[in-house]
Nanobody, 115 residues
Framework: QVQLVESGGGLVQPGGSLTLSCKISGNIFSWSSMAWHRQAPGEQRKLVAA???????NYVGSVKGRFTISRDDAENTLYLQMNSLKPEDTGVYYC?????????WGQGTQVTVSS
């Protein structure tokens, strides 16, 4: 069973930065993707960034050049570095790990971008 625990969210002013962390435990042997999703108020969850075992990352257009997804295999941790934050980046951020056909989710961490 895979368990994910996000941290690092908070309140930040527009233009500021935050780094989200996702501590991963359990058997993730042969994982196929890790990702961050965002759920804005009143909206569905949407993919923000994803990374594969090769290290190749993909981003939704609105965060390209501002967000960076990365992982530390030694620490079993997934990160999302967020720079130049905008009010529209506000939402609950969830990390996911896909192993086979199973996609595991964390409980989410709130990010609020506001002056």
């Amino acid at each position: 069973q895979v368990q994910l625990v996000e941290s690092g969210g908070g309140l930040v002013q527009p233009g500021g930065s935050l780094t989200l962390s996702c501590k991963i435990s359990g058997n993730i042997f042969s994982w196929s993707s890790m990702a961050w999703h965002r759920q804005a108020p009143g909206e569905q969850r949407k993919l923000v960034a994803a990374i594969g075992p090769s290290g190749i990352a993909n981003y939704v257009g609105s965060v390209k050049g501002r967000f960076t997804i990365s992982r530390d295999d030694a620490e079993n941790t997934l990160y999302l570095q967020m720079n130049s934050l905008k009010p529209e980046d506000t939402g609950v951020y969830y990390c996911t790990v896909r192993v086979g056909s199973l996609n595991s989710w964390g409980q989410g961490t709130q990010v609020t971008v506001s002056s």
